[in-house]
Structures are given as structure tokens and as C-alpha cells.
């Protein structure tokens, strides 16, 4: 797929390849928590919170040791604001899922089924239809990918097999109607000013008025579904903390 027909003006997050954030001459062990001073990186906290480096590797571990609650399958939700580094925790836990599962776990990214900007939310039986249905009764699922580019959904099926796990990546990915089929709901948070600046230096100035708007949806979106509230997992994706990005992730709650 050319990727000029995927995003256009949405934000790329389908790359993995970013370098390590390396911070100060030291950095944290894994499992080794250390005071964060951001505290409005983790919803609902009124202080400083302790972030704590986990391994991608021992997480998968986890997922895999949870229960199949959509038929067979293991859905783990990615979610949480633009910009705040889902997709890069999406790619590095399915590379972590891909060696004690022999392959990499298909990975559908929210974005990929919007029908434009104005389908922030209401996307969702598309997913349901198109790929959880079918994986419910043991059958493979499939979904269009939008262009954001032609403004149009192309016509050839992505399919997705039935598998032990499925990751679901993109805003209002552990929405409370799916809660009761997730093995693992994640959020992951970032300031908004920094998410806001990554938008505008991949994108360009010409997003933030679209931008400004997702913003105050998915705001909207996340209080009346307590996402992160019910998350079994908050991570920081912008993190001071020195540590080896490609294998760790740092952990808010």
C-alpha cells in the first residue's frame, strides 16, 4: 500500500522505528519506579506519581497468560489521546508477541477504518461487523482501509485471521462496549502540548484547526467512558526517564 494514500493530512502512526529515548548519562533499571513530576500525564492523579520501566517482553508474557475472551482470541485495546504514542506501543508489543507466538499478532489500527475526520467515534460497527463478529464465532475478519488522501475507503479487503492475539490500536479502542471481551486495555498519555507539536511537525501547521477538533472530541469521548479510569494499564508515552525504549515501556499506573 503506498502510504500517500493511507494518511494525507491525518497523522502517520504506523512507523516503530524510532531510536531509543536516551536521557542523562544513566538509565532506570527495569522494574526500578522513580518519581514523575508530570502528574497530569496520569488522569485523575493530584500529585506526582511513581513511573516504573517495564519489559514489552514480560507484558506479552501477561497477555498470553490472560484469558481469550473474544472466542479464541486475545484482544488487547490500545488507547488513549493523538499523539500520544500509541501506535509505537502497539508495534513494540506485537514485536514482543511475536516470538512465544511464532509470527506477529495482526495489529488493525482505528484510524485505518474512520470515514474522515468527522467519524471519530461512531466507526465502531464498522469494527464490530467487519472484524470482531466474525472472530467471536471463530472466523476470520476483514476491513477496508480508508484513504485519507482519495477521501475514500479502497476496495481491496484487509483480512484478519483468527489468531491467539488481535491488538487494537487508535482512539476509543477500549471503549466501554468491549470491555468485557479485552485480555488487556491500555492507555497511553502524553501532555497535550507535545502531542499537539508532533502532530504539527509531521503533519504541518495546515492540521490544528481539523486537530483542535479531534482534540476536544476524544477529551470529550474519554470522560463519558472513564478510558483511562478503567485501563489496566496507563503508560507514559513521553517519558523523561532514561531507559531503553525498544525493549521498555514506562509504566504511570
Known amino acids: 500500500m503506498n502510504p500517500s494514500d493511507h494518511r494525507g493530512q491525518r497523522p502517520s502512526r504506523h512507523t516503530s522505528g524510532h531510536a531509543p529515548r536516551q536521557v542523562g548519562p544513566r538509565q532506570v533499571a ?29 507484558l506479552a508474557r501477561r497477555v498470553l497468560a490472560g484469558p481469550a475472551r473474544l472466542g479464541r482470541t486475545r484482544l488487547v485495546a490500545v488507547d488513549g489521546p493523538s499523539g500520544a504514542g500509541k501506535s509505537r506501543f502497539a ?89 468485557p471481551e479485552l485480555t488487556l486495555a491500555v492507555f497511553v498519555t502524553a501532555p497535550a502540548s507535545l502531542r499537539v507539536a508532533r502532530a504539527v511537525a509531521r503533519d504541518g501547521p495546515e492540521i490544528l484547526p481539523e486537530l483542535r477538533r479531534w482534540h476536544d472530541g476524544e477529551r470529550a469521548h474519554f470522560a463519558v467512558d472513564e478510558t483511562a479510569t478503567h485501563a489496566d494499564l496507563v503508560v507514559d508515552g513521553a517519558p523523561t526517564l ?8 514506562v509504566r504511570l499506573r
Do not use: K, N
Open 30 to 58: 527495569p522494574g526500578q519506579a522513580a518519581l514523575h513530576s508530570e502528574a497530569a500525564l496520569t488522569p485523575g492523579t493530584g500529585g506526582p506519581t511513581v513511573a516504573v520501566v517495564e519489559a514489552y517482553a514480560e
Open 91 to 179: 508495534a513494540q508489543l506485537a514485536d514482543a508477541l511475536a516470538g512465544p507466538l511464532g509470527g506477529r499478532p495482526p495489529v488493525v489500527h482505528t484510524d485505518d477504518l474512520l470515514d474522515g475526520w468527522d467519524d471519530q467515534v461512531t466507526f465502531w460497527p464498522r469494527l464490530d461487523e467487519g472484524v470482531l463478529a466474525p472472530l467471536r464465532v471463530g472466523e476470520p475478519g476483514a476491513y477496508r482501509r480508508y484513504s485519507w488522501v482519495r477521501r475514500c475507503f479502497l476496495p481491496r479487503p484487509v483480512p484478519v485471521p483468527v489468531a491467539p492475539v488481535l491488538v487494537v490500536e487508535g482512539v476509543s479502542a477500549a471503549r466501554a462496549v468491549v470491555r
Open 242 to 249: 532514561p531507559y531503553d525504549a525498544d525493549r521498555y515501556y
